[in-house]
């Protein structure tokens, strides 16, 4: 079912967004403060030949929305070129299961981008591939090395863990983005100018 005008009008605006977070909000701002964007990306998004809206799933709790949609944000305020309506993920799985990872996951956030006449012009998922790799290569030296994390299958979730070892992943994460937040936030913006301008012709 093709996302309608009617129904992306509907979502929050980033700011109402903002406005109804009951967690992370802190960090999600100061993200949005200290990103840094060049100027030959800034001066795409300027140019960009008309406005395009961008329909964003999204929830406060989840660690790859408060890293990578401020990025979004800033873009969209710098550039004066993308109207951004935010859905909050639980309430619409109608449009989020359009738009599944790997054909399976719920995962967000993800960024919709059509045209000025609602056509779609391509989608993204949850992180850069680039960080995906990263993590995952992190991870899997984390568990093999880190006490806490012995016997402990990879895949488990952290709910599901030993309060220790659900300590130690929550410290790999905070590590972890500390030390990628420039190379990520980089790979967002270069894989959403990729996709605009496949989407368009560019």
């Known amino acids: 079912m093709a996302v309608t005008r009617e129904r992306f009008e509907q979502g929050l605006t980033y700011e109402g967004y903002k406005a109804q977070m009951t967690r992370n909000r802190e960090r999600f701002e100061e993200n949005e403060r200290t990103v840094v964007f060049a100027e030959e990306d800034l001066r795409f998004f300027r140019q960009l030949p008309q406005e395009l809206h ?12 408060i890293n990578n949609l401020p990025v ?74 880190a006490p806490e994390l012995q016997g ?11 309060e220790a070892a659900r300590e130690r992943i929550m410290q790999f994460y ?5 030390e ?4 990520s936030d980089a790979e967002v913006v270069r894989e959403l100018r990729a996709l605009i301008s496949r989407g368009l012709g560019l």
């Open 180 to 183: 990628h937040r420039a190379t």
């Open 174 to 178: 905070g590590a972890f983005r500390a």
């Open 72 to 145: 979004l944000g800033r873009l969209a305020e710098l550039s004066g070129k993308l109207n951004l309506r935010v859905f909050l993920r639980d309430q619409n799985l109608d449009i989020m299961d359009q738009y599944l990872n790997a054909g399976t996951y719920r995962s967000i956030p993800v960024f919709v981008f059509f045209d000025e006449d609602f056509r779609e012009l391509g989608h993204w998922i949850e992180r850069p591939a680039r960080i995906s790799e990263l993590r995952s290569a992190a991870m899997k030296e984390l568990f093999a090395t």
């Open 54 to 65: 961008v329909l964003v799933l999204a929830e406060d709790w989840c660690g790859d929305v």
């Open 152 to 162: 402990i299958a990879p895949d488990t979730s952290p709910a599901q863990m030993p």
